[in-house]
């Protein structure tokens, strides 16, 4: 999948910012927010001098509500901020190099322990601003997984665990040198965002999808999404009957 999407889209070269301490406040204000929403906060960020360290720690709570209203959620959003300003100051001496040498699983835990972060969160700072070779799983990789058959959810369960996607695709490329995995994580979550964004939203439009080969190729199991793209298929494929 990788491979046929980096054919189809290119690099994503991500993540879309100037900085590392940039890549932080993007994960943490685009939870449950889309990215164009993120641009204005971190847009009102910036004119205010509060998209470095330094600044955001200068900011007043109050006034950072007001900065970052675009992304929503800003009585979560805000202090969960102030709390990551402050883990770093405390324990890291308000480095991201710091934070940057510290063992990737541990530092994974101490960030999932702050408010606000979840493991999706972590995997993104680790990956994109800290330069941890982690993969990054989302709600499209967990469509693409489930409507191509490669992982279900555990018996008496919805959705397949964040967890499950993570090890899925550490095993993807658990055979490509390790010096590369780092950079094959980053565009592959990078990629599965841009095919979601395309194709795989709440409803699967699979036609013109570049991921289409695979489905077809696996013959996944009947459902309400295939049902639609093959009977589509079928319907383009046959004469059209008389009147
Ligand atoms: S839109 Fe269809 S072919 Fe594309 S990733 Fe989703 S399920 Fe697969």
Known sequence: MHDVLMRAYGPQQWWPAQTPFEVILGAYLTQNTAWKAVERSLANLRAAGALTLEGLRATPLSKLRRL??????????????KAFVAMLDKEFGGSLDALAAAPPAELRERLIALPGVGPETADAILLYALGAP???????????????????????????????????????????????????????????????????????????CPLAADLRHRGPKPSAITFQFLSRTLRAASPVPPP
């Open 134 to 208: 982690v993969p990054v799983a989302d709600e499209y990789l967990r469509r693409i997984a489930e409507r191509h058959s490669l992982l279900a959810p555990p018996s008496g369960r919805k959705r397949i665990s964040y967890d499950a996607l993570a090890d899925l695709t550490r095993e993807a490329f658990a055979s490509d040198p390790a010096s590369t995995r780092g950079q094959l994580f980053n565009e592959f979550h990078a990629l599965t965002v841009a095919v979601g964004k395309a194709h795989c939203g709440r409803t699967a439009r699979c036609e013109a």
């Open 68 to 81: 970052i209203r675009p992304s929503g959620f800003i009585t979560r959003k805000a202090p969960a901020l």
